[in-house]
């Protein structure tokens, strides 16, 4: 992974002055991409983006703001401030309702530390006016773990009366779709499409998309499908950082571990990195416990991480937590 010291940013960036087109590559260095492609997605529809970003280097990076080039699309940040490895997200909503036909925009970030510069971001997408959907998107809010879940979307085409869906497809076997029809005349064709969240879907953020496949022979409709699959235990922070040491320093944070029912912690384990728990204090049931943890730097410089796992007396599927800590000599 690419990284640099306080220093050694400044040196890298003092050194670009004379050649300044490539002197904001470390901060399009941090995003994952930096385009994106809708597709063709139906009137009304939630059409929503996140460009993910990490920041990579030791210094605070802070987003002092973000801005688009077109109405049809608005922008917001995730998060202003990124610590060392903190991931954050522009997340771009493209207006559906609004707008139609071939859209893109520029999406401008401007980070202002450690040091200045702007990244542009890029979005299209192609708004049908002939399918429309009711409501734009199927939430489902938050299911327990085991819980299934309907919906049901309302869809109508204008332009013609033979116009027809063949298909329902989902690349996720949790999420399921079925279309009726329920009108044909006019010009104007309708279905209802019902939606189905079976009670096997994983622990996790639901974040999908059915497609219609249609008659006219153009792009597959996406129906979005959002949600969330909770587990009886929750585990918080959802990313344990236990921040930029020194080697042989020891910092100590906490987890705080929640169930929706009193319960026992049987066992907390992490792979790949020396973090401990204390759990020694902790042995009754109860709804809520509060964990320490401990890091003791290595010799070793650079990342460490690992996975944290916890066994509790629920039998209930408790999601892995990454947890990392960077060692550095120079700070």
């Known amino acids: ?25 470390w901060a399009v260095d941090m995003f994952q991409t930096t385009s ?19 920041n990579i280097y030791m210094e605070d990076v802070h987003i002092v703001g973000v801005r688009s080039s077109c109405g049809c699309t608005q922008v ?35 980070i202002d530390k450690p040091y200045y510069a702007e990244v542009q971001l890029h979005s299209k997408v192609y708004i049908r006016s002939d399918v429309v959907l009711t409501p734009g998107s199927v939430s489902v809010g938050d299911l327990n773990e085991g819980q ?23 690349e996720n076997k949790h999420v399921s779709g079925e279309v009726v029809e329920t ?10 499409l019902s939606v189905h969240i079976d009670p096997n879907a994983p622990v996790g953020y639901l974040n999908e998309h059915l497609m219609l496949v249609t008659s006219d022979g153009t792009t597959q409709v996406p129906v979005p499908v959002e949600g969330r699959i909770l587990s009886g235990i929750t585990v918080s922070p959802a990313s344990l950082f236990m921040g930029v040491v020194e080697p042989g320093q020891k910092v100590q944070k906490q987890l705080v571990v929640r ?26 049931a109860k709804t809520l416990h509060l964990i320490p943890v401990t890091f003791v730097a290595g010799e070793k410089s650079g990342r460490i991480t690992g996975r944290i796992q916890i066994e509790t007396d629920l039998g209930t599927s408790t999601p892995e937590l990454p947890a ?3 060692v550095t000599t120079e700070r």
């Open 1 to 25: 992974m690419y990284r640099t010291t306080r220093l050694g940013l400044f040196l890298f960036l003092a050194t670009l002055i004379v050649t300044p087109v490539w002197g904001q590559q």
């Open 324 to 326: 990392y800590a960077v």
């Open 76 to 110: 917001r940040l995730a998060k202003p401030v990124l610590k060392t490895y903190e991931t954050g997200a522009i997340v771009a909503t493209i207006n559906t309702s609004a707008f139609q036909g071939d859209k893109g925009a520029t999406i401008t970030v401007t």
């Open 259 to 284: 169930g929706n029912k009193p319960f026992r912690i049987l066992s907390i384990k992490c792979d790949g990195a020396t973090f401990e728990f204390d759990t020694a204090a902790d042995q009754e």
């Open 148 to 170: 299934a879940a309907d919906a049901r979307v309302a869809i109508s085409h204008i332009g013609g009366n033979d116009w027809r869906i063949l298909e329902v497809r989902s």
């Open 183 to 192: 009108g044909r005349g006019g010009g104007r064709v309708s279905y209802d």
């Open 36 to 54: 994106h492609d809708f597709g063709g997605v139906a009137r009304g529809a939630k059409a929503e983006f996140e460009f993910p970003l990490t």
